[in-house]
């Protein structure tokens, strides 16, 4: 674990209680009644020990989800209560049978009045209620370091009250609940979860699987870039103060990290710039505060940066707003706090409408939000980045070529104004893979011959060239595409002997 998250721990022994509720985030809430289901996955393909029955006994590793969505009218039915969401966290820290008189101080919660009024609070969503009819993109949420699938409550409901799905599984250990340290292990094994979730949604009738996102807080906000990496189904990826910023060395570390994979629109909402009084008190480096190296790297689509002027790292959670102790030296007050948070829901709605709902938002519109904003001065600050001309690929130039039958080659090369010259090696192996084919020879040739334009003193592409039409019984043709090639390397053997055939 860094050393930021192990001083983040520490806030708990320097601090002093808020004086917050959920009726205070004044969250805008969207034209859907919000419904919650908490049910079960399990994935066959590993085992998992759960730690409360004190056996070395393992089971299928059990995903855990809660799941908000747009439902019919919850007029006829209770709204749930911060207890209810408090209780899902003891069951999926593997204290079910802890009283709840308990949970607030057996959590590392101060069991003052404040917090137990907090318990009390009615929230938004209402239990097992049924989905409105049709499909809605879905929000795959990571939670931070062994975290809940509850921690961020207020804002899965405030998105599911606009028309999303959001579907949360507790962050835990490859082998039981416990992680080992923010580790690659660790980091491999919550991926692997959100890819699970991915996988599964097919059998989610009212999920719209061409609009599937990630959300991720501090840890899980690594996590789930590297399942973007891996998996083509996400379409955009929020980081909510993510450990991709502070963790980057862990992700690069792992064998399936590839930064040119990362082709989707990212948005990171950013912790406050910690005083340097606390960076000096906690041994933090100052770097924290600056260096972004994933962000810095990204290029294949929009990216943007949001520093939330007043929220520390614990603040970016409806568990931490509520429930957390404040640091005296750093902490802005609460009702900067909430205002913050709020203004963190409402901006990542407007980004996921942004590209997920398409149809009915743009990008542009977004980049418009962001600067009109009337707050942005106030609490927060941003940048964005556009996304960056790329070099074409020779796949994607093939793809092109494909499409004008590989006729004229060399007007397609310069119309696409492509800066560099595709390697001279996998032109040859393109025009030689195509050739082989019965089905496509002319286009074989028509590629090995763009190729010897573009590297014109390559001896090795004029003699494939040669062999192309030779075998194609185009011995002219043949001939002074090998006399090209000798002429270049006069000791090409395979030249030599292919036009003492043609003259026999």
Known sequence: ??????????????????????????????????????????????????????????????????????????????????????????????????????????FYYAPNAQNKAHLLEEVKAVKDQAVCKGKYPVVVYAPSYGAAST???????????YGYVVIASPSRGAYNRSFTGGTLLDLETQARDIEF????????????TSRIATMGFSFGGISNVLACIRNKKIKANVSLDGSVKYQFKTLAASPFYRQNEFAIPFIH????????????????????????EFYDRLGKAPAYQLKMLDLTHGNFSSFGVLFANRDQRQDTSDQLIMESYNILCEYSRHFLDAFLKVDDFSPS??????????VSSERFSYQTKAKQAQPMSLAEFNELAAKQNY???????????????????DLNNLGL???FNPKSQQSGIAVLKFATELYPESANLFDSLGEAYFLSNQYPQATRAFERSLMLYPENVNANNRLKAMKQ
């Open 433 to 435: 893979h195509l050739f």
């Open 197 to 208: 979730i991915i996988d599964a949604l097919d059998d989610f009738s009212f999920v719209d």
């Open 269 to 292: 909402f950013s912790q406050k710039d910690i005083p340097v009084a606390v960076l000096e008190q906690d041994g933090i480096d100052p770097a924290l505060n600056t260096d972004f």
């Open 365 to 374: 519109k977004f980049d418009e939000i962001l600067k009109g904003s009337s």
């Open 151 to 161: 921690e961020n409550f207020a804002l899965c409901e405030y998105l599911a009250s």
């Open 1 to 106: 674990m860094s050393n930021y998250f192990l001083a983040f721990l520490l806030f708990v022994s320097i601090s002093a209680k808020g004086q917050t509720s959920v009726a205070d985030l004044n969250l805008d809430y969207g034209p859907y009644e919000v419904g919650y289901r908490y049910t079960q996955l399990i994935d066959n393909s590993r085992s998992y020990n759960v730690k409360g029955n004190w056996t070395t006994a393992t089971i299928a590793r059990p995903i855990p989800l809660s799941i908000w969505f747009p439902a019919q009218s919850t007029s006829a039915s209770a709204p749930m209560k911060v207890m209810d969401y408090m209780r899902v966290l003891k069951l999926e820290e593997e204290w079910e049978y802890l009283p709840d008189s308990l949970i607030l101080n057996w």
């Open 407 to 425: 006729a004229d080659l060399m007007t397609l090369y310069k119309k696409a104004k492509l800066e560099q010259k595709f390697h001279q090696g």
